[in-house]
């Protein structure tokens, strides 16, 4: 499964604005502002807290790592990053912006060559262009009786893969 920061940010913000407390109330109807940053960093701490007293408690023994653990480690990471894209957007942080960026400053700082690249935004109708722009030079080469590609077609052939791995496109080569 792949989710980018952008598309849980939109999901994490529509449904801010629909969540209920336990009484059914509204917790936030005018989104992350409704609550102030010191709120949202203490949800974001229970939630690690709850994370953290849970290790503590396998760590000393009190049970042995199930299937049942690993799902529950997971669902309150799943909470953890809820809370903090929810902190991030109150602060009005990139998550996806951030976490490049700091990535790339630590590994440049301890010499490692692993990079994250940022993507340009993708978009549909430069793609169709693109496919139509082969379609056409395929139907000219069939059309001249040529048994492979001209280097025309083969250059707008490279250039579609070129941009669905160099943009945020939905599919891959």
Known sequence: M???????????????????????????????LDWPVANWFMALLGELGELANYMKKYDRGDFLWTHESQLYVERELGDVQTYLDLLAARLDVNLGRATLHKFNEVSDRVGADVKLVERAPFDMQEL???????????????????????????????RIKRYVLDHDAPIRP
């Open 2 to 32: 792949s989710l980018t920061f952008d598309e849980f940010r939109k999901a994490n913000l529509a449904r801010c604005i629909r969540f209920r407390d336990g009484q059914g109330r509204l917790c936030h109807p005018n989104g992350v």
């Open 128 to 158: 169709e262009d693109l496919l139509k722009w082969y379609a056409d030079g395929a139907y000219n080469d069939q059309k001249q009786g040529l048994t492979s590609e001209s280097e025309e077609t083969t250059q707008s052939r490279e």
